[in-house]
């Protein structure tokens, strides 16, 4: 079966899906052809107005609507998802590039993250405290309020769910704006919500000029929360605009994790783990492994690995099978990779694998890339790749690869491969990251806090913290 991707995209205001009409248009482009797909309509501040006074009205509903009604409506609506993942996935390849299978799991994973939170939802338990006989002090969890959420293009579903799935469940309305590069798929998302019986309001759907989005929509007094995922740059600037109405943000910025190789790690294990995990969505992860500190005693034999397996990995239309890399997710990608690895040769690094732009026939491709010897001061060791390469450094002692993950101001995801407990333990308490992953790749697996330190941001995604992030705390105390 083929999907076809729709000619012509909607916004979802105040329970309508709205056609482009006379408003401004931007195309939507398949990154592996970089053949125009599709017209996105661009909201105007009418639209925008509109959908803040809706937000507005369902905030006196969904507030005080049972949580147990509001879970039933998330567990439709991630039923609903489950059911259509196929077609949802097939849109989100011709969009973002990701293989087909990736991006089905994508969808099912976010239902999955639905089923989360409405269980949470119903466990936010507050407290009593200690008091006097007849006297009563209560700390209570109440929803915050009306969010705004800006969700990135390279999970254009789960990134988005991570944001609306605590905000409905705590009972919040919400007004996402996805990125309009991939925007299909996060409306199939919204359509599963409003056929699982969500009233209008609750959840609407935007596009248009982010900068100017954001700033309208972060301006209302009806918004109390902000949650975005994207890059450090356009997460100080949304902050301060929300500092303006000392409004509640959650921050998603991005890493360059390091991945902590010891001679003692198991190291086919720990090759097959990683080559697999560095090219997942071409690389486009914020958790992606990034920067490979490799112990002297193995780093030839790791690289040399390393750069045979991800000579395997087959690179195409993400739509065929049997492909494991698509193209990446946009034209400013390849054109970010080559200024990085040009930059990296002149500094000094090996190209074990790829360093060139892969067969584009028009899509946005670049071959999976292994550079070993690579300088501290190359850029690439510096700056988040978010694409297909890998950057490799021999390191001598544990002190001195510890130094060298938390060199950066970037602290979301790190990863260390050993066998030896007392190293795992060490390197769990000192590196400077929300998340760590000892010989595994796993930080996300849904019920975990997500979220970063320093320059990745603040506040956390997923399971009770992910909740809380949407809610306000009060006490009250009776005598
Ligand atoms: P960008 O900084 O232009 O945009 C990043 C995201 O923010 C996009 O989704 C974009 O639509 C949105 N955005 C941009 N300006 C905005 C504004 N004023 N208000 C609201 N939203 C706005 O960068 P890009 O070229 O799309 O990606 C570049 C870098 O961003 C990547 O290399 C990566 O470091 C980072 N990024 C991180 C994530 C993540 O998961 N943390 C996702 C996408 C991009």
Redesign the pocket.
Known sequence: MTTAYPEKLQLHIDGEWVDIGNRAGIDVVNPATGATISILPKAGASDLDRALDAAAQAWSVWRDTPVAQRAAILHKAADLMRERAKAIGALMTLEQGKPLAQAVGEVMGAAGQLDVMAEEAKRCYGRVLVRQPGENSFVKYQPVGPVAA?S???FPVF?AIRKVAPALAAGCPIIL?P??ETPASPLEMQRCLVDAGLPAGVMQTVYGD??Q??EHLIASNVIQKIS????V??GK??MKLAAEGLKRTTM???GHAPVLIFDDCDLEKTLDMVTTGKFRNAGQV?VSPTRFYVQQGIYDAFTRGFAERAAKVSVGDGSEGGVDMGPLANP?RPD?MARLISDAKSAGADVALGGERGEANGGFFYQPTVLTNVPTEAMIMNE?P?GPVAAMQPFATLDEAIEQANRLPLGLAAYAFTTHLRTANLVGDAIESGMVAINNLTVSPGDAPFGGVKHSGHGSEDGPDGLKAYMVTKAIHQA
């Open positions: 800006f990135p293009w390279n990134t704006k990125a309009e982010p900068a989005v954001s975005f995922t994207g890059s740059p356009v600037h949304l998603e910025l991005g914020c400013r970010a988040e978010f």
